[in-house]
Structures are given as structure tokens and as C-alpha cells.
């Protein structure tokens, strides 16, 4: 299986109409009810109707809704289909899932908010803030975003989310597309920034191994 990327815009739809039945476990459905905000409701039930519907769309030969379990870090696998790796992200009002042959982490993010001096302190490495620093004014903001979601799609990928310290890895922006360089560990990672339908948003993709990102796995296809 190639890497395959799926969005969905989940504005003014609703998923709990019955034509989602399909699309959903039980538990996902249960699960939602603790979501106290409609949207949160929504966008939790939208993530888990997008994996299906990429599985259905990618004849994985599997039953829909997929039966799917998580790491000791929170990362989503499929046991049952151990050379089918998952991953997905929301944002806003827009979910996005990625299929692949290998390890897989993707993220994406609203940019709608300028970032805080703080948040920046505390997300960016030494090696980032200096070649942040250097950008203009008028990109920063989108450049913050650009470090924000290629590093949690790294940490997805690793199957470590933030129990990984920042500090063990940063991202360098001078290349063609960004890499991550790893302070220690020897298992290689690539990452790509994605173009998204949305000017709003930003997206990134991490695959596992030095084998590069394809075009073709670049590419997101919207239902």
C-alpha cells in the first residue's frame, strides 16, 4: 500500500445521522457523549468516519468499521492488519487521516491565532529560534505553524506523542523540505509539509525510514 491522504471538512454536518452508522464502532459513538461541546462531539465522531471511509476507499480488504487498538502512548493500530499503519488529526472544522505501509504520523493545524513570545520559548529547540528569528515579520506566524505540526507529526510517527522530550530532536528548515535531526537514536524519519485546500491551516506528514516522500504520498485527496 502507497501512502494515502484524506480530508474531510466537517462544517455543518452532523455525525450521528444514521448514513455514518457504517462508519463507526460502538465505542467511538459512547466515547463521544463525554466530549462536552457539540463541535468536540463532532469532530471526534468526523476522525473515526474519515479512517473508515480511506480504508473503504483504499480496498484494504478489511471490515468497516475497522476493529483498532492504541500503544501505550495513545497511537492508533490496526492489530489485525499489522502491514496497514493509521494515524489522523482534526483541527477547526477539518479531520485528516493518512494511510501507509510504514510507521505514519500526521498533524494538522488552525493558524488563525497569532503564537505567544511563551509558546514559542517552549516549542522551539535553540537551532529553530535562530533560524526563526531571522524570518520576516509577516512570516513567522505561518513558520511557527510549520515547526508546530512537522514535530507533532514526528512524534505520532514515533509512537511516543510529547512523552518524547522536545529537546531530544529538532526540525531544520534550510533544506528543500524540513528534517528531523535526532540529538540520539538511530531509526531515520522524513517529514513533509503538506499543501491543504485550506489557506488557514497547516499540515504536515512524518514517515518512518529515509526513504523520501513521494508526490503522489504528498498529495491530499478530499471527500
Known sequence: ?????????TDGKDYTDECYAPYLTRSRK????KRQKPRDRQLYL????????ALELSDAGMAIPAVYSRNAY?????????????????SGTWVICVLSDREVGIDLQMTGQEPKEALVRRILQPEELSFYRQAPVQQKKGLFYQYWTIKESFLKAAGTGFHMPLDTFYV??????????????????VCQLLEFADADYTAALCLK???????DEARVEYL
Open 1 to 9: 500500500m502507497r501512502t494515502r491522504i484524506y480530508a474531510m471538512n
Open 30 to 33: 459512547d466515547e463521544s457523549l
Open 46 to 53: 468526523a476522525a473515526e468516519v474519515l479512517l473508515n471511509r
Open 74 to 90: 495513545g497511537k492508533p493500530y490496526l492489530p489485525l492488519h499489522t502491514g496497514i499503519h493509521i494515524n489522523w488529526s482534526h
Open 172 to 189: 531544520c528548515m534550510k533544506g528543500v523540505v524540513p528534517e528531523i535531526v535526532q540529538r540520539s537514536g538511530e531509526v531515520p524519519y
Open 209 to 215: 525510514g529515509n526513504r523520501p516522500v513521494r508526490a
